[in-house]
């Protein structure tokens, strides 16, 4: 299986942020607006010529008196100077505005992430609650509150932020589901990371920006609602804001009067405000909102039942046994990974081949249990020290993962968090599995890591997005080695890379892996690697070993049809007049899978018996393991020689 994922967008700083906004338009707009606004609240008693709470003596000519030199926007039923009221007003409006838009984004961004992350039960329950106050109309809802509550600004504040966070929950839940599919945040579950951390650390910080984004445009809805509850007479009345301004202006005759001036102004100034909030909140969006592309976590399926499956090797690091893997539905299962027995020995270095769909990576993240949702391990067992991951519980299994067995993941740029630096990555995961490291150790291994991988120890302070190709790879191998692992699994890492730096790459993973003596699972589709770099060949054809020994023997003389016509389709550099064969057909489809064996249909020396029989792993006298009829030793003999 492979990971393939959209590149994530680089990191967006503080001052890139600024800058992009800046270059929005609309965008700009809403910022030059909105700083108006809350420089007008801010600097209300400098700016307005009156103070609106003071009392003042008044004639019966100063009731809606019309605006001039003395009041530039006219007085009100009261005889009080419009202008002062509107500048005023700015502040209850904006102060509404901030504190229930905060509130909202506290109760929605906290319901969406538990949603988002935990999903399942407790994510559809808190969603069919999202959308039991999406449908209720929320001004009905605020109304029958503030009535009941009580008029105070406080309470206004309070019913609007618990009504308004509907979607910020759903927003946010939708990014989170995005978010905890990257690589990275597989990496960091890989790392051994906790849910608490991964949220915190690594979920958060990318759905924050939009969270913050829809928080701009919540405060729009939320002046909104003040404002509507102000003007049906719901307001705080000890307060003045533009929604109490046009109730008085309403309730007092101004249309009547012809007081245009005391319904225009604040009626405007609701409309800056809202225009003000949109055009900020649409344009951050538009900024923020990462292409988020796609890629499956872990659940945490049921172990299977105990099987009776033969033991490992005593030298065995990881050890394999008769792994069965599904995906979908239980009563009719998709069979991606099917009885799979690999060793994967201390110190030695084992390719694992095959074409694509053929089961290479399901069979390692099966056996790390970092399978997508939906694939499950439902029989066999994978050793590591004596214990079964496949049935290890959580706590353990997270002191087991990177610390033991890490993962070189294909494409680096996903698989590092773009918004973290190299080192910080690094020094997360030497923090996560030892505790008494202190943040400066952690830094000083950091930089010793990425020196060890041929890279300046300074580019710690390297965002994934300044480093090339070459560079991150050797970066994600560096965030491999942080905690000395016995095993790296290798999921195509030179995948995407030139040939150039494929070659170093592979050369820098092939020469730690002998100078620090781990032993290293290399998933890939080049056989020169693996004749190069690796001891020995796991061959699989359509989720089963077809063949498995030493690299040597098995380059010089395969055994299963396939192996070798694999080999015939790989150019050799000795023989550049080599013909090279393409091997007819596609490996099986998971839910279409031959009775026989499952090279049948492409095998060009099937017969009789491979159609209704799947062949077992045989032995043969090279030691290596051949899952084909064709070397059955029970075989007649002249059948063989034909
Ligand atoms: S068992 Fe039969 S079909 Fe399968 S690889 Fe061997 S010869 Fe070909």
């Not at 965008?27 to 008693?45: E, K, S």
């Not at 308004?164 to 051994?192: C, D, I, N, P, Y």
């Not at 055009?279 to 538009?286: K, P, T, V």
């Amino acid at each position: 299986m492979t990971i393939g994922l959209e590149p994530l967008p680089a990191p967006i700083t503080g001052g890139i942020r600024l800058k992009a906004l800046l270059g929005n338009r609309l965008g700009l707009i809403g910022v030059i607006m909105l700083t108006l606004a809350v420089a007008v609240a801010i600097f209300a008693p400098l700016l307005a010529p009156t103070d609106p709470y003071e009392p003042v003596r008044v004639s019966i000519d100063d009731i809606y008196a019309e605006p001039s030199s003395a009041h530039l926007l006219g007085t009100d039923d009261a005889g009080k100077d419009v202008l002062s009221a509107l500048v005023y007003g700015s502040r209850v409006s904006l102060i509404v505005g901030f504190s229930a838009a905060f509130i909202s984004l506290l109760i929605g961004g906290t319901i969406g992430l538990v949603a988002g992350y935990f999903g399942r039960a407790l994510g559809n329950f808190l969603m069919r609650v999202t959308d039991f106050f999406l449908v209720i109309p929320d001004l009905a809802l605020q109304i029958v509150i503030v009535a009941i509550v009580g008029q105070s600004l406080r309470n206004i504040i309070i019913v609007i932020g618990a009504l308004g966070w509907t979607t910020t929950a759903r927003l946010v839940r939708a990014q989170t589901l995005s978010v905890k599919e990257r690589k990275f945040v597989f990496r960091a579950r890989a790392l051994g990371a906790g849910d608490f951390h991964i949220l915190r650390r690594h979920i958060v910080p990318q759905v924050l920006p939009l969270m913050v984004a829809n928080t701009v445009l919540v405060i729009s809805l939320a002046i909104l609602s003040e404002s509507t509850l102000a003007f049906i007479g719901l307001g705080d009345p000890t307060v003045i804001s533009w929604g109490q301004m046009l109730n008085f202006a309403f309730a007092r005759g101004a249309v009547s009067a012809g007081a245009w001036w005391a319904l225009i102004p604040p009626g405007l100034a609701i409309v800056w405000v809202v225009l003000a909030t949109t055009l900020l909140g649409n344009a951050l969006e538009e900024l923020l909102n990462p292409r988020l592309g796609r890629h499956h976590l872990e659940p945490e399926p049921s172990p299977p039942a105990p099987l009776a499956v033969k033991s490992a090797p005593s030298d065995a690091a990881l050890s394999i046994r008769d792994l069965r893997v599904e995906f979908g539905d239980e009563e009719a299962p998709l069979v991606a990974v099917d009885g799979v027995s690999v060793d994967i020995r201390r110190g030695e270095a084992v390719g694992i081949v095959g074409e694509s769909g053929c089961g290479k990576t399901t069979m390692m993240l099966g056996a790390l249990r970092l399978l997508a949702p939906g694939g499950r391990v439902t029989a066999g067992e994978v050793l590591y020290e004596g214990e079964d991951i496949v049935r290890m519980g959580a706590d353990d299994l997270r002191k087991l993962r990177w610390a033991e067995l890490s993962v070189v993941f294909q494409g680096a740029m996903n698989a590092l968090n773009p918004v973290r630096t190299i080192g910080d990555q690094i020094e997360e995961a030497i923090r996560l599995h030892d505790e008494s490291a202190s943040p400066r150790a952690a830094e000083a291994r950091a930089r010793e890591l990425l020196e060890l991988v041929g890279m300046p120890g300074d580019r710690v302070d390297a965002y994934a997005h300044e480093l090339s190709g070459g560079m991150r790879q050797r970066a994600m191998i560096a965030l491999a080695l942080a905690c000395d692992p016995v095993v790296v699994v290798a999921d195509e890492p030179t995948t995407a890379l030139d040939v150039m730096v494929q070659a170093q790459i592979m050369a820098l993973l092939v020469s730690l892996q002998r100078r620090l003596g781990m032993a290293v699972a290399l998933i890939t589709h080049d056989l020169g690697l693996v004749a190069e770099s690796c001891d020995r060949i796991v061959v699989m054809y359509g989720g089963i070993v077809a063949e498995q020994g030493s690299v040597s023997e098995v380059f010089a003389n395969p055994q299963h049809p396939y192996t070798k016509l694999l080999l015939e389709a790989f150019p050799d550099v000795d023989d550049t007049d080599k013909a090279l064969v393409s091997i007819p057909g596609a490996p099986p489809r998971l839910d279409d899978l031959p009775p026989g064996c499952r090279f049948a249909p492409r095998c060009p020396a099937a017969f009789g018996r491979c159609q209704v029989e799947r062949p077992p792993a045989y032995v043969v006298a090279s030691g290596s393991e051949v899952a084909c009829f064709l070397v059955d030793p029970a075989r007649p003999k002249e059948a063989a020689d034909a």
